[in-house]
């Protein structure tokens, strides 16, 4: 079976090597041209690990293939993804400007039956959109098409082991000829599936990230108020946790979400609630809690460090998550600019985004390395959570520094062994030790 997945982000790009990997023949389509040209010298566009690997093989073994001739891709192929971004529009409703203009690609192209599959994030309604297009372009009304809603959970820096191994998959068709067409293509991963109508489909993925966009903010609400009691938010989450309803995961308190999704999904599932005509005030505070939390952060530096004016700040972690260089909606960008606004002089590092960083935000000062951005630094600012910073050396960098002072935004380390390392260790929500 011949694909084409057309948008070769994040989740065209390892949706396409991934399906290729299963032995299907996949045309992978952009208009980003360079992006195109990288791919074809076997170079990523993207850090994601263990991509290179998986498009290096298939490449070779004639399986995945790279254009920006999207009518070509579109022809060759029986399924059509569309896994191009939706970014927020200025009404926080989804800009579906590149969708539309695939489906109209797509119809143009329509040289034979083919199901058309909306995998990018697109409000409840938009297959029917997609739908209308295409029977308004097709250049032979004869033939037939359905548009189905696959939308995608796969997570930045754990895409390929999460498209290999997703917790479901869900499907949304309007007939079941089509709906048989995408469970036949998955079922070699042997998932669970949920296969529903259209609309559900939709619905499903807005209703899935703004749960756990909820999670979140909860916990970070409850780690507001433990700083306040005197609790700590780490023992509380894992006694909330451990009750099977609730379950541990998402309760890891700290400056908030970030990335392309959560934001641009919580304000269009808000924005389509309200055309719809309901209010989502729970959601709406969600969204509050998440924006204040990094001013929360910096109004506790600012008031430990006695006022920020001409403070040396190392900010460790750029990318809104590890394991990725992607920096969309990051709380670095954020926390920095607060830091700065107070006085501070940032001096920042990131084992993966530091050139999506040089890139997007050229007036910070980027170091080589952890130590280097702490040297003479008044305190280091944790912003994301790598690996790498767990086996940070505390003895060079508590030599290297003006004053040992930890202020870790994502809870990574247990305050004990950071104080006993004899740095003054501040986090998110466990006050207790905080206020000594
Ligand atoms: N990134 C994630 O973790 C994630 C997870 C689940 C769902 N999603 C959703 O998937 C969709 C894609 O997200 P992403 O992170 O991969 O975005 P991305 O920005 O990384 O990639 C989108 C790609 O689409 C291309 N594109 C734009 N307009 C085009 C057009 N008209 N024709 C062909 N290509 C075009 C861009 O050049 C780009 O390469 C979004 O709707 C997003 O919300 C993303």
Redesign the pocket.
């Known amino acids: 079976m011949n694909l084409c997945v ?9 949706t396409g090597a991934v399906f290729s990997d299963l032995g299907y023949t996949v045309y992978c ?4 041209g360079s ?1 195109i040209d990288m791919l074809n010298c076997g170079k990523m ?2 850090y994601e690990p263990g991509l290179e690997e998986v498009v290096e093989r298939n490449t070779q073994d004639g399986r995945l293939f790279f254009s920006t001739d ?1 009518g070509d891709c579109i022809s060759r192929s029986e399924i059509v993804f569309i ?5 927020p529009g200025a009404d926080g409703y ?1 800009d579906l ?3 539309k ?2 489906a109209k ?1 797509v119809a143009q192209n329509l040289n034979s039956y083919k199901v058309v599959v909306n ?4 409000p409840v309604g938009t297959a029917d959109i997609v739908r209308e297009i295409i029977i308004e372009n097709r250049v032979d009304p004869q033939v037939d098409f359905d548009v189905v809603s696959n ?6 820096g754990n ?1 390929i082991t999460d498209t290999l191994k997703p917790d479901r998959i869900v499907i949304g068709a309007s007939c079941q000829s089509a709906a048989m067409k995408l469970v036949e293509l998955y079922a070699p991963l042997e998932r669970p599936m949920v296969v529903t109508d259209v609309r559900s489909a939709e619905v499903i ?1 807005y209703a899935s ?1 703004s749960f756990l966009a909820t999670k979140i903010s909860f916990i970070n609400a409850i780690a507001n108020i433990c700083e306040l009691a005197g609790a700590d938010v780490h023992k509380v989450a894992k006694g909330i946790g451990l009750d099977a309803r609730i379950g541990t995961a998402f309760l890891n308190a700290g400056l908030g979400w970030g ?3 959560f934001g ?2 919580t304000a269009c599932f808000i924005a389509t609630a309200e055309k719809l005509g309901y209010d989502f005030a729970l959601l709406k505070s969600v969204v509050d809690i998440n924006s204040q939390q990094p001013a929360f952060f910096v109004k506790k530096i600012n008031s430990v460090l006695r006022g920020l004016e001409g403070k040396k700040i190392a900010v460790l972690g750029l990318a809104f998550k590890p394991n990725t260089d ?1 920096l ?1 909606d990051g709380k670095s960008i954020e926390i920095m600019a607060q830091l700065s606004a107070l006085g501070a002089e940032i001096r920042a590092y990131d084992p993966i985004a530091m050139d999506n960083a040089r890139k997007a935000y050229p007036d910070v000062d980027y170091c080589v390395d952890p130590y280097q951005a702490a040297a003479n630094a008044d305190a280091i600012v944790i912003v994301t959570e790598w690996n790498e910073f767990k086996f940070l050396d505390f003895d060079r960098l508590k030599k290297t520094m003006r004053a040992p002072v930890i202020f870790d935004g994502r809870n990574m380390f247990d305050p004990d062994r950071i104080r006993s390392k004899g740095f003054e260790y501040h986090c998110v929500g466990r006050a207790a030790k905080d206020r000594e």
């Not at 389509?29 to 980003?32: E, H, I, L, M």
């Not at 896994?83 to 970014?87: F, L, N």
């Open positions: 057309i948008g070769t982000g994040y989740v065209g790009l390892v389509a952009d208009t980003d992006k566009p993207i999207i896994a191009v971004g939706t970014p989804a400007g590149a969708v203009a695939v690609t995998k990018s994030t697109v939308p995608e959970f796969l997570r930045e895409a993925k990230n990335g392309s999704c641009k999904d992607d969309r």
